[in-house]
Structure formats: C-alpha cells, structure tokens
C-alpha cells in the first residue's frame, strides 16, 4: 500500500500473526532512505573494477580463454559491444565517450571491431551460441544503419545467436526515428533502452540533453508496433534545477508511457573525475533532502503504478521477462545489471569494456589510440585485469545470491566451495544482526532472507561479505546505496 510516499511491505506470516508482526514491519519513508544513503559499490561483479591490477595482461586472458575449451562444454556466452562515439556533450555523463560530429570515425571503428571479433574467435573457435548481446556507450544509435548491419554481420559470420536470447541496444531518443526502430528489429534486437532523464525542459537545458516528451512517447508507441519485447527507460534524479515537484511530473509522464521497464539512477556530482560535470552550476543541483524526497516519492509512484522493484534502481511490470525472472528465482547479474540469462562468461570488445571470462575479469584499453595501437600488433587490448582466488570466488557466490535471489542458504556454499559457513563467515553474521534489527533481513540457523523492505538497502547487506570493504573503508569512490 502507498500512501504519502509511505510504503508499508505486506507481511508474509500466517493471517494469525499479522497482527502481533504489523507494529514491527518497517516503512519506507524518506527518513529511512535518507538513514541508509551510505556510499557502497554496485556489484555488477565482485571484486569491483577498481580491484583490477596491471599484472592481469594479455597472455593471462589468452589463457583463461583457452581454459573455456576444455573439456568440449562450451556454455552460451553473452555479448557487449562499447560503441563510444556521442554526437553531443551531456553535461551528466561519467560514461567512456567521445563527442564528434564526425560519423567517419566510426569506419575505422568498425574496423577495429572486426579485428577484436576474429582475435576472439582464434581462440574460441567459430560458432559460439550468444544467448545475450548488449550495445552500450555512448551512442550505439551514433552508429548510420549500414554500419549497425555490418557490425550484425561480423558477429553473426563468428557466432550463433540463441532463438531466445536478449539482445537490447542504448537508444538516443535524438537519433532515431520509427524508420531506424524498424531496422533495429530486422537486424534481430529485441529489447531497447531509451536514455529519458528527465522530461523537464528546464532540466534537460541544463544538462545540454533536449528532447521534447512527445518525441520519446512516439518512439515508444513505434516500438510498440514493431513488437520489441521489452522498452527500457532511464531516469536520473539529482540533476540540476529539479524539484520534487517537477520531478513528479516526470514521474507522471513516465507512468502514463508505461515502458515494460525502468531504471532509476541517482546523479552523483564528481566534476574532479568527470570533466563534463564541470559545466554544471552545482547552485542549480537540488539538496539531499530534495533528492531523497524525489527518490521516495519515484518508489511510490512506480509501485502504486503496478511495477516490481526488481532491485537495485530497476522496476519492472509484472508481466516483463525480469520481473519474472525475479519471481522465479532466476535472476543473474552481470555488468550490464540485472539480466535473465543464465550465469555466463562475458566477451566485451570494444574501447574500454570490461568482461568476465571463468574466474577472471579483464578491461580493454581506455583510449582510442592504445586501443587500436593493441589490436595494430595482432593484440588483445587488454590493460588490467583479475584472477579471483577462492576467497573472490566464495564472496561472490554469497554476495550475487542476495543481490539477485534476496535469499542464502548456508548449506548450498558449504556444498558448492567446501566451508564451513557459519565459521568461515563468523564475524559477518555478527555484523548481520545489526542489519536484522533494522527489519532489512531474517536469519535463522541454516539461511538469510532479505526482507521486502531489505531489497531496497540490498547493497547494504552484500556489503557486509565484501572482504575489501573490510579491510578499506573509505567509500567515496563507490555511488550511494540509493
């Protein structure tokens, strides 16, 4: 039930009991948003990327890419594609990027695109079945139609897309008509997320992003009679001139459009790291009470709407794949978020994109120059990296279990990594009743279960497994938990 941005969570005891529990049942109110606003890391993987260390090279990928033909089981893998290129400046942006007006750039791209392809399949051999492929910047939409074709092409001439897969692309509003939607699906995708923001016009003017709600509206209505699966749209609260109230009435807008899913970010202002947050008046950014306020009443309006908090800034509507996926148990994670595809090893190409193959993570080069200078010498562009030991490999099973099930049972990592949970994880349970106490989980003898109002602190309760957490404290590098 939501009322004045209040959210009760339902009890899941016996109708007898109910009542005795419902003094007990906490509330999501902006008080306790604004209790639990503590900076952690996202766990799209654990380690996180700042874990990755220069000694993890090329020759160290090359042989965990050889390690995944052992055996002659080769499960699906999942695809991104990092496509950096922007035709103009968002003032918010902390993405790897960069802003030309010329589209020739993307030639020589693709070019390079192709070697990295034919590098991977050297060593993977051809004919692996992808099961999710995702392009991220950027602008994929940067990219002409003939150049998303010919990058279709030299994935489908070394790979195999599986008939179910989830195949989505990032979609600048600005550089799409129903035309260019209608090609997207011909060349096989099925899900798109469209970057929103917000629908303000004074917010939009400030972050340098204009783009009228009824151009978004009609590209959604497009995709809709072109039968995307699913419509993806991202919303950033904390930006400057917003208000509640004006972000209200995006939120408004955004329920009226109905996309099958929603992300919901929160601005984090770090104009030292981010060069193009300079130019933003940091007079004009709303206070952290605003923010909470907004983030609070987004909660609200989306639930009382009828979607899912899947989890982590992301709802669905019931009947989208993820929402599902959530309510079966199924859902994974992976750098590109939540996903309903099976665990799997994660190719990236591309200028800066960070993959994950068996017990290593890796990233490509940072810049344009050196990673084409890599790939110039028949080279995999990989400058870092990590081979998780099995403390890495035992933390991340717990910690991916309640970020993507909400539950853990003790005796299912005792089997899979031969430990004794309760004593090789002693001083974390510990810390876990102070959590309890909180209302965020129940732990019993055998398991932990994240509670309803839990799943909205989740990171706060994967935090407590991170061992590097533990050990370095200083978390002004990592996002808020909200």
Same mark, same amino acid.
């Given at each position: &039930?939501?009322?004045? +941005? ?25 008080? #306790?948003?604004?209790? $639990? ?19 993890? #090279?090329? @020759? ?31 003032? $918010? ?31 993977? %051999? ?25 990058? =279709?092409? =030299?994935?489908?001439?070394? $790979?195999? !897309? ?5 195949? *989505?692309?990032?979609? @600048? ?24 923001? @917000? ?94 306020? =907004? !983030? ?15 989890? =982590? ?13 959530? /309510?079966? %148990? ?12 099976? @665990? ?44 998780? #030991? ?9 910690? &991916?279990?309640? &970020?993507?099930? %909400? ?10 990594? &031969?430990? +004794? ?25 055998? *398991? ?8 909205? $602190? ?10 590097? !957490?533990? #050990?370095? /404290? +200083? ?8």
């Amino acid at each position: &039930m939501v009322a004045n +941005n209040t959210i009760n969570f339902p009890s899941n005891q016996p109708a007898n009991k109910q009542a005795e529990a419902k003094s007990t049942v906490p509330t999501l109110t902006p008080e #306790t948003l604004q209790k $639990f606003d503590v900076s952690g890391p996202r766990y799209t993987s654990y380690p996180t990327a700042d874990r990755f260390v220069e000694a993890f #090279t090329e @020759d160290s990928y090359k042989q965990t890419l050889a390690q995944r033909r052992i055996g002659g089981l080769t499960l699906p893998l999942s695809i991104y594609v990092h496509i950096p290129f922007c035709e103009s400046l968002c003032f $918010f942006c902390a993405c790897n990027k960069i802003v030309t007006k010329h589209h020739e750039r993307s030639v020589e791209y693709l070019r390079y695109l192709s070697r990295e392809i034919d590098l991977h399949i050297e060593h993977l %051999g051809a004919g692996q079945t992808i099961s999710q492929l995702h392009l991220g910047g950027g602008s994929p939409t940067f990219f002409s139609d003939e150049e998303l074709s010919e990058l =279709m092409a =030299m994935i489908r001439r070394s $790979f195999v !897309l599986a008939p179910n897969g989830e195949y *989505s692309i990032e979609v @600048d509003p600005r550089t799409v008509n129903e035309q260019r939607l209608a090609h997207l699906a011909s060349l096989g995708f099925n899900r798109l997320s469209f970057g929103v923001q @917000d629908f303000d016009p004074e917010v939009q003017k400030a972050v340098h992003r204009i783009q009228p709600a009824e151009q978004v509206f009609s590209l959604v209505e497009s995709a809709r009679r072109l039968q995307f699966d699913s419509v993806n749209v991202d919303l950033i609260y904390g930006l400057p001139k917003q208000s509640p109230e004006s972000f209200s009435k995006t939120l408004a807008q955004i329920v009226e459009l109905r996309p099958e899913r929603i992300a919901l970010y929160a601005y984090a202002h770090l104009p030292e790291r981010f060069k193009p947050q300079r130019r933003i008046d940091t007079y004009e950014l709303p206070a952290a009470s605003a923010k909470i306020a =907004m !983030l609070s009443n987004a909660i609200a309006t989306f639930l009382n709407a009828g979607y899912v908090y899947v989890g =982590m800034d992301h709802f669905a509507l019931p009947t989208d794949a993820l929402a599902i996926a959530k /309510r079966q %148990g199924r859902l994974h994670r992976n750098f590109q978020g939540y996903s309903t595809q099976p @665990d799997c090893d994660l190719i990236s190409l591309g200028v800066s994109a960070i993959g994950r193959v068996g017990a290593t993570y890796s990233q490509n080069a940072k810049t344009l120059e050196e990673y084409y200078d890599y790939l110039n010498q028949g080279r995999f562009p990989i400058v870092h990296g990590l081979a998780l #030991t099995r403390d890495d490999l035992v933390r991340r099973a717990v910690i &991916m279990a309640i &970020m993507c099930q %909400g539950e853990l049972q003790y005796e299912a990592i005792e089997l899979a990594y &031969m430990i +004794n949970f309760k004593q090789y994880f002693a001083n974390e349970l510990e810390a876990l009743k102070e959590l309890e106490k909180t209302g965020m989980v129940t732990l019993d003898e055998n *398991s932990l279960q994240v509670t309803d109002f839990g799943w909205f $602190f989740v990171r706060a309760v994967g935090m407590v497994f991170d061992r590097y !957490l533990q #050990t370095d /404290r +200083n978390r002004a590098r990592f996002s808020k938990i909200i």
